[in-house]
């Protein structure tokens, strides 16, 4: 089902957590090594068919997506910072970026 796909990635969307659970666990977890910085990670909202496993919100945008975008943010930021991001919240982020350098 189209409806079910990633808007950025066109990927289906096969672990839904929408950005703005993500955001709040990725905010809890960094927020231990950079108050500042994981303030600033913030969830969007990408309308979609498919439900968030958490909170039940329509989500359009995979969880790798909305991740690759905060781990580049982080890493113009803090290169130490994202590699704790990497570490806690993957979803394939190492195989992607390989791929993509």
């Excluded at 990927?11 to 910085?37: S, V």
């Excluded at 990408?46 to 329509?58: A, I, M, P, R, S």
């Excluded at 975008?69 to 806690?88: G, I, R, W």
């Amino acid at each position: 089902m189209i409806e079910h796909r990633c808007v950025e990635c066109d990927e289906a969307i096969t672990n839904p957590i929408c950005p703005d659970c993500l955001a709040q666990r990725m905010r809890i977890t960094l927020g231990e090594k950079n108050k500042t910085l994981a303030k600033a990670i913030k969830g969007i909202n990408v309308d979609g068919e498919t439900e968030c496993l958490f909170c039940q919100k329509k989500v359009g945008i995979c969880p790798h997506c909305f991740s690759k975008d905060v781990f580049e943010y982080l890493e113009e930021k803090s290169t130490p910072l994202a590699q704790l991001f990497q570490s806690q919240f993957n979803f394939e982020l190492r195989t992607k970026l390989i791929n993509f350098d």
